[in-house]
């Protein structure tokens, strides 16, 4: 546990110190849970918005973007059953007056169940060496069982409990579990209440005529309330997709662990619109489709997992997230929903017009059914940047900071440098720079030794370093330096274009899927 809040630790203070995410208005001590995107923090949260909407987006012929107002009319989030159920269950604890989650103390619980099947699972590797089979020790040790089954057990109490509303269970679980603040160590809790998550706010400059309104807690019911409008101007046919990328806005009750849990953030939304009884079908096909997407990235398949949902949201059928192995442990990262006809149906009953689809093949008209898969471009952020921070311990017994991003989301792709400060060398590096800038994000550096300058583009996640010398002078090449291997090769500079694309484009990524 230490060893990973260690590890987190150094994530937050290297995306300060390396320009990435700073706190929210930071002179004033900051505003909890808000952050702002710094210079390489906006390119890195662009890269990532960019590869989304290329897959999601531009491959597909059947899916196209819009980008809805975040201001909506209120009755939208009447209709959609966020004012009534858009809540949360918050617990406060009488001693330390400080407020939790309920289900998030109860979730911390399990996790920590998980945490001693790990450690089990490490010993008996150490034990068993090769003859160790994780599957079969997983499916017949005691102990492991004994934690599964009573994780298990606790959840689904849980999910049942949240989902009948009866909150006195939810408290009577904490108690019977002796789960203390993680504060204070104590036990002694108020009754659970529900909390509704929306930033409420006032369109109009008078206030006897002042409208309420809330700030969108979800992108997606811009795309619903569009869907008519899009079907028909696009001529889109079912089975078809919306998507759109911005900002979403929750007031959690807990917000913690830097931008995983944020109050105002970013999601990345696409719904698509199917033949009702098709959906199970189409639910299956985009969970797969967005892990592959995912593992495209290439950070490692073990580091992502598949937990289907026990309590299901207001709207859904059917619904599982894709975990990923955050430096805190395996955690949501994207939600892929079965949302039915019910958002379609309830904007038609609330809005008095009709929300259907005639469809040719069939000769007949009906409210599509939804599948949806939704990811916080933060949280992606959180994924990527964390996954990438590394320490390497050298040959020579020295370390190095390197952070490994997938070169297709680097904020920079390649840095310049002259080897000295004088000989024309500056002027040929200056030269590289302003040819390559029309096609990639490159850094000009030519402060301190060379070896230096390698560490800080390694430390800031650069793939690449074009070193200028004396040699470039007689024969027009340089030498390219791969920040993940410090290998290095001699290239001409006409080649560097072809070669920084071929490792860079988002195309070579993709085709990995
Ligand atoms: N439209 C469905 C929807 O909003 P959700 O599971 O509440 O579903 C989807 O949110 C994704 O948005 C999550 O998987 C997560 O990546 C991201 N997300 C949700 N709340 C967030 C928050 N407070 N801060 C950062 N990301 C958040």
């Known amino acids: 546990m230490a060893k990973q809040e260690d590890q987190f630790k150094k994530v937050v203070s290297h995306a300060k110190e390396y320009g990435y995410v700073f706190q929210s208005s930071e002179i004033y001590d900051g505003l909890s849970a808000v952050y702002?995107?710094?210079?390489?923090?906006?390119?890195?949260?662009?890269?990532?918005?960019?590869?989304?909407?290329?897959?999601?987006?531009?491959?597909?012929?059947?899916?196209?973007?819009?980008?809805?107002?975040?201001?909506?009319?209120?009755?939208?989030?009447?209709?959609?059953?966020?004012?009534d159920a858009f809540n949360d269950?918050?617990?406060?604890?009488?001693?330390?007056?400080?407020?939790?989650r309920a289900d998030v103390l109860i979730e911390d619980y399990v996790a920590k169940l998980e945490a001693k099947i790990e450690k089990e699972v490490k010993k008996a590797t150490k034990r068993f060496g090769e003859a160790f089979d994780k599957e079969q020790f997983l499916a017949?040790?005691?102990?492991?069982?004994?934690?599964?089954?009573?994780?298990?057990?606790?959840?689904?109490?849980?999910?049942?409990?949240?989902?009948?509303?009866?909150?006195?269970?939810?408290?009577?679980?904490?108690e019977e579990l002796e789960i203390a603040c993680p504060l204070s160590g104590s036990k002694?809790?108020?009754?659970?209440?529900?909390?509704?998550?929306?930033?409420g706010t006032k369109l109009g400059a008078s206030a006897d005529t002042a409208m309420d309104l809330y700030l969108r807690p979800e992108t997606a019911q811009g795309i619903f309330v569009n869907f008519l409008n899009v079907q028909k101007t696009g001529r889109m046919k079912i089975p078809f997709g919306i998507a759109q990328t911005g900002k979403a806005f929750r007031n959690e009750i807990v917000a913690r662990q830097f931008i995983f849990r944020m109050r105002e953030f970013e999601q990345m939304e696409m719904q698509f619109f199917v033949r009702p009884g098709t959906q199970k079908e189409w639910y299956e096909k985009w969970k797969e489709t967005r892990l592959k997407w995912h593992l495209s990235l290439g950070m490692g398949e073990e580091n992502y997992r598949f937990h289907d949902h026990e309590k299901l949201a207001?709207?859904?059928?059917?619904?599982?997230?894709?975990?990923?192995?955050?430096?805190?442990?395996?955690?949501?990262?994207e939600g892929i929903h079965s949302r039915t006809d019910f958002d379609l149906s309830s904007h038609e009953k609330h809005s008095g017009k009709k929300l259907q689809y005639f469809d040719p093949e069939l000769n007949e008209r009906y409210i599509p059914y939804v599948v949806e898969t939704s990811i916080g471009l933060d949280r992606m952020f959180l994924a990527v940047f964390s996954h990438s921070l590394q320490e390497e311990t050298l040959e020579n017994g020295t370390t190095?900071?390197?952070?490994?991003?997938?070169?297709?989301?680097?904020?920079?792709?390649?840095?310049?440098?002259?080897?000295v400060k004088k000989d024309g060398l500056p002027e040929i590096a200056r030269k590289i720079v302003n040819d390559l800038k029309w096609d990639f994000n490159v850094a000009y550096d030519e402060k301190d030794a060379v070896g230096r300058r390698y560490r800080r583009q390694d430390a800031a996640g650069t793939p690449f370093c074009i070193t200028v010398d004396h040699d470039t002078l007689k024969d027009n090449t340089v030498t390219i330096r791969y920040r993940d291997t410090m290998e290095q090769k001699r290239v001409k500079i006409e080649e560097l274009r072809s070669l920084i694309n071929e490792e860079v484009a988002i195309k070579n990524w993709l085709m990995r899927m």
Do not use: C
């Open 36 to 83: 702002d995107y710094a210079q390489n923090g906006v390119e890195l949260k662009k890269n990532i918005r960019n590869y989304w909407w290329k897959a999601m987006v531009q491959m597909h012929e059947n899916i196209v973007g819009i980008d809805a107002a975040i201001f909506m009319h209120p009755t939208t989030w009447k209709a959609s059953g966020h004012v």
């Open 89 to 100: 269950p918050l617990i406060d604890n009488k001693d330390s007056k400080k407020r939790y």
């Open 140 to 174: 017949t040790n005691p102990r492991v069982v004994a934690y599964k089954e009573k994780g298990e057990a606790i959840l689904k109490r849980m999910g049942k409990s949240l989902e009948n509303e009866d909150l006195a269970d939810v408290k009577a679980l904490i």
């Open 188 to 199: 002694n809790w108020t009754d659970v209440k529900q909390f509704n998550l929306m930033f």
């Open 314 to 333: 207001h709207y859904a059928d059917a619904a599982a997230d894709i975990e990923f192995k955050f430096p805190f442990g395996f955690k949501e990262l």
């Open 400 to 419: 190095r900071t390197v952070l490994k991003l997938p070169a297709v989301l680097a904020p920079t792709k390649a840095a310049v440098l002259p080897l």
